[in-house]
């Protein structure tokens, strides 16, 4: 068997049994009140149960790259049939959905934020006619700090997550409660930035006006999740709440260092992914080839 190959099969195997044992009893987390601080803590709750799977990943490439090719086929056909098969589906699912993601043309969402390097606010022109100057205003400073914080590719790669820990439903959960808490950290943010809180309901509820007087086949899509750009309306559920916090006087600023975003992340992970990566290099054949009966 190539190494390669032996490699794909252990990653999928070692990470489908890790993002299942997870995705069932990852806490979704206690709320705060600030939202941005609420948005981080979502966040890090969506990106938690795929850390160990990286890691364990990053060592066995090391392991992998310790090992001489070809290695002696050490998985019992039916190990393979009845072990790897279902993860291998399920990985299989999650990428082309996100492919999927990608390459679907973009429904109509009144605006949006879209593209993952360079976002940019997507706004309808039908809608606009119907918006004042200061509303129209408060939209885009909403959208624009969606493209400051490449909220895009941080949807794209929840949802993607979400997908690898399909069916539990605590996974969706997890991805629902960051995907509101973003918006109300969008909206506080856009309200830092000078907009007034009553334009930006204007423009939300006005948006909910026009996307419900589109056909059904022009907002097809807008129910699901599997998208890869930021909208101005998200979840309907918590539509009530959103509205009353934009009405609500806007509270002081509060105490604190910056959150975990999506380079934050990167700047985290990256030493860590490196240490599992010599670790395998080092100490990977000690203990997968006893492991696998390469002796």
């Known amino acids: 068997m190539g190494r390669e190959i032996l490699l794909t099969l252990l990653i999928t195997m070692c990470g489908g049994l890790i993002l299942q044992a997870l995705a069932a009893w990852s806490p979704l987390g206690t709320a705060c009140a600030d939202p941005a601080a609420r948005e981080r803590q979502a966040w890090r709750a969506v990106c938690r149960p795929v850390v160990p799977v990286l890691l364990s990943a990053a060592w066995l490439i ?45 429904p109509e969402c009144g605006v949006s934020t879209c593209g993952f390097l360079q976002p940019q606010v997507v706004f309808s022109p039908f809608l606009a006619r119907r918006l004042e100057e200061p509303v129209i205003r408060a939209a885009l400073a909403h959208e624009h700090a969606h493209a400051r914080h490449r909220d895009p590719l941080r949807i794209w790669l929840a949802q993607l997550i979400t997908d690898l820990q399909w ?27 000078g907009i007034e809180g009553t334009d930006l309901a204007a423009a939300v509820l006005s948006s909910v ?72 290099v080092v100490y990977g054949q000690w203990i997968m080839r006893p492991l696998l009966g390469l002796t």
Not at 76 to 92: E, R
Not at 178 to 183: K, P
Not at 233 to 256: H, T, Y
């Open 62 to 106: 090391g392991w992998a790259l310790a090992e001489p090719d070809p290695v002696r086929d050490p998985l019992d056909p039916a190990v393979v049939v009845c072990l790897w098969l279902p993860f291998g589906l399920l990985f299989a699912r999650a990428a082309a959905r996100a492919a999927w993601a990608l390459v679907r043309e973009l």
């Open 167 to 193: 069916p539990w439903p605590q996974a969706q959960r997890r991805l629902t409660a960051w995907l509101a808490a973003l918006e109300l950290a969008r909206d506080e943010q856009a309200r830092r930035d």
């Open 209 to 280: 006006r026009y996307l419900g007087e589109l056909a059904p086949d022009e907002r097809s899509g807008l129910g699901g999740t599997q998208l890869a750009h930021a909208r101005l309306v998200g979840d309907g559920q918590v539509l009530q709440r959103r509205v009353s916090r934009l009405l609500a006087p806007l509270p002081p600023a509060p105490d604190g260092g910056r959150g975990p975003g999506l380079r934050r992340t990167l700047v985290l992970m990256t030493p860590l992914l490196l240490a599992a990566l010599l670790l395998g």
